[in-house]
Structures are given as C-alpha cells and as structure tokens.
C-alpha cells in the first residue's frame, strides 16, 4: 500500500511550494517525489475543517496514512490586530479536528505548522524549542498564537495517551509565490509587494506601514518546504523544530521595501505610515537544531543551502506580476 500524504492547506502559499519542491527535484531523492508515495494537496474548498464531519469525510475519502497540516486562518499584524477572537476559535476548531481526526483514522505520521507567534513576548533571546511556554504571547497576536500554542500541547497529550507520531514546525515570517497578497490583511512582504505595484501603475507613493525599523527573519516558502519534506519523512520526535534563517539573517522593514522598490523598479516616493504599529520589534529565533539534525541526517554532512534573500524576493516579485490576475489580492483596486 502506498503511503497517502494528505497536505492541509495546500493550495496557499507553503503548499504550493510543497508541491513545486516535489515536482522540481529529481525523483526518489531527499526533496523529490518518491515512489510508493501519493500527495493529496488540499484547500477550504474540499473541506472546511471548522467542521467536524467534513474533516471526517475528506479523511474518509483519501485515507491518509500521513499529513502535513498547513490549514489555518493566518494574516499579518493587521489582521491578527482585528480578528483576536475569530483567530482564536477558527485556529482551534481546525486543529482540533485535523489533529482528532487524525489520531482516530489511525494516521502514521502528523505534521503540523505553528509560528514563531507562539514564543512569549520580551522573552531573553534567541527563541528556541524550549521557550514556548515560558510566559504569554505578545498582546497583537494573542489569538491566533494561543490556537498555534494549543497544538504543542496536544500533540504531546496524543503522545503520552496514545501514542500518536505528531509533530510541529514553527517558521519564521515566510514569502513566496502564491501568497495571499491582500492589501489589509496579509503579511507584510506580499502586501508591500501588491502595494508597490499599485503603486508604480498609478504613479502614486509607495507607503509602507510603520517606522521600518522592526527586523523580522524571512524565510523563502521554497526553502520551507524542503524543510516539511525532511521533518515529514526523517524527524520523530514530538519536539517542534523552528524553520528560519540564522538569528542573524534578520533585515529590517524598510530594507525589505527597499529590495521590492529596485526589484519592481519603482522610481516614485517611498513614506512610512507612522501611525500604523510597528508590531514587535524583533523576535531572533535559532534555527540551531533545524540545521544539526538536517545535516546529521543528510549523507554527507551536507549543510541546508537557504535562498538568499534578495534573490528569493525577486522571484517573488515576478512571479506577482507574471499572475497578478490569478493572485490573491483581496479586494481588486
Ligand atoms: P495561506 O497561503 O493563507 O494558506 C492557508 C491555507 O489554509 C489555504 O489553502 C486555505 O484554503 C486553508 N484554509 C484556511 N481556512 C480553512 C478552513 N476553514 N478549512 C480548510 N482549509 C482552510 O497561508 P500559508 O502562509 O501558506 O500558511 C500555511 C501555514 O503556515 C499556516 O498554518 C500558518 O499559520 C503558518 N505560518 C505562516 C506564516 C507566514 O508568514 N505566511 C508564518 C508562520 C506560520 P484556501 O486555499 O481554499 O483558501
Ligand atoms: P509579523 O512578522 O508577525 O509581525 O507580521 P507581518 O508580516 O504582518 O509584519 C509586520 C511588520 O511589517 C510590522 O513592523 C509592520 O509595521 C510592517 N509592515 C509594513 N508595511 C506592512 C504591510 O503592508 N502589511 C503588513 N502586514 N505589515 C507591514
């Protein structure tokens, strides 16, 4: 029987690159598609997974032996600033229902994706595994960073009761293409991107919220997904692993939209909105032990080879253009 991948959320950002990692590396390597392995990529369409019953007929229906679940209401700041509550309750029924259904179909193998929103605010740097739940969450995010805390905590409980391989990631702040590029509720890169290119058509400025000065480590969706594919197949350990670039990778906003300004190149003016939050100021997570255990598990000692930044941006940028009319953009300007 081939093992059935079942990938929650799969058709947003982070699954979209799952799928583009599978189909671009050779077959039957450490990234590539295996043989005895069948991906199932799927979105709220197939099934919302507030709901209990759809959770169970979509597993019903692939019966997953394995499952990267990716599902989640999820938004930058903004968004997480406006929607505490449904952040809160959505976050938690999903899971509770891709994590129950899961143990109760008796799937081998559960990966799930936190955020390095769950780490405590004003904790001693650097973030790392063991600092989860040392104190509460920053007050913008509270919401959706309890949801994500929550599946630490079960994950464990489904160990220790029954036994259950459930596991976590907690990435950084990712970019990519097929990102929601709303102009409110996203992430800050996709929604500077979408935003400089309103701003370029329209010969209007280019304002990015805040002061620019908050430091954030970016990590590249198609690096992340190389590192589902290793955690899927090679990790077994319910100890959530964090996936980002080094602690000392971090930029700053306004580098970030100044390497979208040269990449769209973009000749108008630049502000910053000042009376919007700048969030938190800096949050350096370690990516020690994601490093150690990719290279102790690889062949050859071999190192993870991350996408520079600039580059990883630029391909981001082209790809917005190159789809705008298929991107998710929110509301069309
Ligand atoms: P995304 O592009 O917005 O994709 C989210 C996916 O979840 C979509 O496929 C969406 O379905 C699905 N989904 C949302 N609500 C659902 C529901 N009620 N039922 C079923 N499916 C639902 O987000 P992403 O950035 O790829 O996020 C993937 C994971 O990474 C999430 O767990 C997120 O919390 C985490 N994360 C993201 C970031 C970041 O910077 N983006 C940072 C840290 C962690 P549709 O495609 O049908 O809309
Ligand atoms: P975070 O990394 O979880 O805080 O989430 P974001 O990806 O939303 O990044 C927030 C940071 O980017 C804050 O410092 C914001 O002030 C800044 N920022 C600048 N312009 C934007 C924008 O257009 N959208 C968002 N979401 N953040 C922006």
Request: proline share 5%; net charge neutral; aromatic share 10%.
């Amino acid at each position: 029987m081939p093992d059935v991948i079942l990938v929650t959320g799969g058709r947003g950002l982070v699954g979209n690159a799952i799928r583009h990692v599978l189909d671009t590396e050779p077959p039957n390597t450490r990234y590539g598609r295996r043989d005895g392995e069948t991906w199932v990529f799927v979105g709220s369409r197939d099934a919302d997974l507030r709901d209990a019953a759809a959770t169970k007929a979509l597993f019903e229906k692939y019966k997953p032996t394995h499952v990267v679940h990716l599902a989640a209401l999820v938004g930058g700041l903004f968004m997480n600033m406006k929607y505490k509550l449904s952040m809160l309750r959505d976050n938690i029924h999903i899971n509770d229902n891709v994590l129950h259904t899961s143990y109760t179909t008796g799937v081998q193998k559960l990966v799930s994706c936190l955020s390095t929103c769950v780490f405590p605010d004003g904790i001693t740097p650097p973030l790392r595994e063991d600092k989860i739940h040392l104190g509460p969450p920053h007050d913008s995010n509270f919401g959706y960073a309890h949801a994500k805390r929550l599946v630490d905590i079960a994950n464990r409980a489904y160990k220790e009761e029954f036994g259950c391989n459930f596991t976590a990631a907690i990435p950084t702040n990712i970019y990519g293409p097929h990102d929601n590029y709303d102009l409110e509720d996203s992430h800050v890169i996709p929604g500077l991107i979408h935003k400089c290119y309103l701003a370029k058509k329209n010969n209007t400025p280019f304002v990015v919220a805040g002061s620019g000065k908050p430091l954030r480590q970016f990590v590249f969706s198609r690096d992340l997904a190389k590192m589902f594919i290793w955690q899927l197949r090679e990790y077994n350990d319910v100890e959530p692993i964090i996936f980002s670039v080094g602690e000392d990778d971090d930029v700053s906003i306004r580098y970030v939209a100044e390497q979208i300004v040269k990449a769209f190149d973009f000749k108008g003016e630049t502000k910053f909105d000042t009376s919007k939050s700048d969030g938190q100021y800096r949050k350096p997570a370690s990516n020690e032990k994601l490093l150690r255990l990719v290279r102790e598990t690889s062949k050859d000692n071999e190192q993870f080879k991350f996408t520079p930044f600039e580059q990883g941006l630029k391909e981001s940028v082209d790809w917005f253009i190159a789809n705008y009319d298929q991107a998710r953009v929110g509301k069309r300007a």
